[in-house]
Every structure is written in structure tokens, then in C-alpha cells.
């Protein structure tokens, strides 16, 4: 959690929950990166530790084990969707309120075995395919769309088959058709409220 109007207003969006069909589009309202966390089968509400790279293996920590250990970094979207009744987010999250369609996408990769069809190697074909790279890179008010579109093989006996992912980019100057659905983000016409103690 970064932004401090979240300590006095309430939690980030919700992150997306990966379910059959799902398909998540919206414009990018901020794009960050959070460190990741070992993932826990047995109880995936928990979180669990810190992850970091450390003398080239990814080892498990709540504080940094080393001077030469980093972070394990995963990108992570905020969108606004179309979306008014909090679809695709978990049934482990608050549903307070009315929904106002922001979204979270957390961009993880997966290891050598099951790389294709990963959700990181989607975004990064679909980045480049529409001009993202060296000099022009990923920015709020871009437009994105994820969307799962099977399951693959298990890399192991035991584990789940892997999600497939697509997904498409859009740059601001080139945005959508279905750019017009989502809600405007100009805050312009706002009406001040003058009992707003915070205004």
C-alpha cells in the first residue's frame, strides 16, 4: 500500500481473480511494481514471505537477507474498467460500497517450464506490438485487455494446469473502440463539498 489516502479512505482496487472467460479491459490509471510474495496453495488468502533474488535463487524472507539480495519485483496495472459489480475479484475481498470499476492486474511470470502463455509474456508481446520499448514505454492512459483463454499441463505432478493468457495494447493516441464505455476521467465537473474536511 503507497498512497496514504488509502490508510484514511479505504484499500487499493481489488486485484483481478484469474476464473474461466474472464476478460479484464480498461484504461491505465497507474502502473507500478510491487514486491512478490511466496504463494501458498494451501491457503491462498494468506500471505506469504517476501521473496528476493540472492546469489541467483529466490529465496523466502520477511526482512532483506543480504546486502546483495532484491527484491522480486512483479508490474502491477490499475485500470479502469466498465465493470459495476465487482466482477472477477475474489470472494476474499470487502465488496463495501458501490464498485467503481478500478482494477488491479498483477503481471506474474512463471518458470521456464510453463513461460508460454504466461500472463508477463502476453503483456510483453502485446507492449511491443503496439509501440511500447526503449524509448516509448508503458503509460497511464494507455489502454489494456487481458483475457484467459484456456489451461495448460501441469509442469508437475500435484500442481493445477497453468492459466493461458492473450492480451492486446493500446496506446493513448490510439485507444479502443470500447474506450467510449468506460467511465471519463475527467474530474473537472466535480462539485466541491464543502462539509469535505479533507477538501
Known amino acids: 500500500m503507497s498512497d496514504p489516502n488509502d490508510i484514511l479512505f479505504g484499500s487499493e482496487a481489488p486485484?483481478?481473480?484469474?476464473?474461466?472467460?474472464l476478460k479484464v479491459r480498461g484504461r491505465i490509471t497507474k502502473f507500478d511494481a510491487r514486491q512478490r510474495r511466496k504463494?501458498?496453495?494451501t491457503a491462498p488468502k494468506n500471505q506469504g514471505e517476501l521473496l528476493w533474488f540472492e546469489n541467483g535463487k529466490i529465496v523466502e524472507s520477511a526482512d532483506k537477507p543480504s546486502a546483495n539480495a532484491r527484491p522480486v519485483l512483479d508490474p502491477v496495472f490499475t485500470v479502469q474498467t466498465a465493470f459495476t459489480?465487482?466482477?472477477f475479484t475474489s470472494d476474499s475481498f470487502a465488496k463495501v460500497g458501490s464498485d467503481d470499476g478500478l482494477r488491479r492486474i498483477f503481471v506474474t511470470g512463471r518458470s521456464r517450464d510453463a513461460k508460454v502463455?504466461?500472463?508477463l509474456e502476453a503483456v510483453k508481446?502485446?507492449?511491443?506490438?503496439?509501440g511500447c520499448g526503449r524509448t516509448r514505454k508503458v503509460q497511464?492512459?494507455?489502454?489494456?485487455e487481458v483475457r484467459?483463454?484456456?489451461k495448460g499441463k501441469p509442469v508437475s505432478k500435484g500442481l493445477n494446469a497453468p492459466w493461458l493468457w492473450e492480451c492486446d495494447y493500446w496506446l493513448s493516441n490510439n485507444p479502443p473502440e470500447w474506450a467510449s464505455e468506460l467511465p471519463s476521467d475527467d474530474v473537472s465537473d466535480v462539485e466541491e463539498d464543502d462539509d469535505n474536511p479533507f477538501a
Open 85 to 87: 459489480s465487482w466482477e
Open 148 to 150: 484467459i483463454v484456456g
Open 39 to 41: 504463494f501458498d496453495r
Open 117 to 119: 502463455g504466461s500472463l
Open 140 to 144: 497511464e492512459g494507455d489502454y489494456i
Open 15 to 21: 486485484a483481478i481473480s484469474p476464473d474461466d472467460g
Open 125 to 130: 508481446e502485446a507492449t511491443r506490438k503496439a
